[in-house]
Nanobody, 126 residues
Framework: QVQLVESGGGSVQAGGSLTLSCVAS????????MGWFRQAPGKEREGVAQ???????VYADSVKGRFTISQDNAKNTLYLQMNSLKPEGSATYRC?????????????????????WGQGTQVTVS
């Protein structure tokens, strides 16, 4: 059974940092395209960052230079290091696995291409 469980969210002041974790079970993360998404109340889900099996990453312009996506294949865990957080970054953050095996099919993390989702972790920046 494919499962994704996020942790690491919380409340932080603007300018602070948080690291989110996403532990995968039921399959090996190392061959999959993985992404982080966020959704604030009343807003659409947006892609934050994406990493492919070769470690290539892509970021939303709004987080570029401040967020880092990475994964530890030995731990089957995806991370999102978030620095210099801003109030507009307050949202529920979810990790996800692409529907299809193999490389990322999209140059940017689009929710339509992701079929397995964690339950989310709340990040509040004040």
């Amino acid at each position: 059974q494919v499962q994704l469980v996020e942790s690491g969210g919380g409340s932080v002041q603007a300018g602070g940092s948080l690291t989110l974790s996403c532990v995968a079970s039921g399959w090996s993360m190392k061959t999959q395209c993985m992404g982080w998404f966020r959704q604030a109340p009343g807003k659409e889900r947006e892609g934050v960052a994406q990493i492919d099996a070769d470690g290539r990453t892509v970021y939303a312009d709004s987080v570029k230079g401040r967020f880092t996506i990475s994964q530890d294949n030995a731990k089957n865990t995806l991370y999102l290091q978030m620095n210099s957080l801003k109030p507009e970054g307050s949202a529920t953050y979810r990790c996800a696995r692409q529907r299809y095996r193999g490389p990322c099919v999209s140059a940017f993390p689009a929710p339509v291409h992701y079929g397995y989702w964690g339950q989310g972790t709340q990040v509040t920046v004040s």
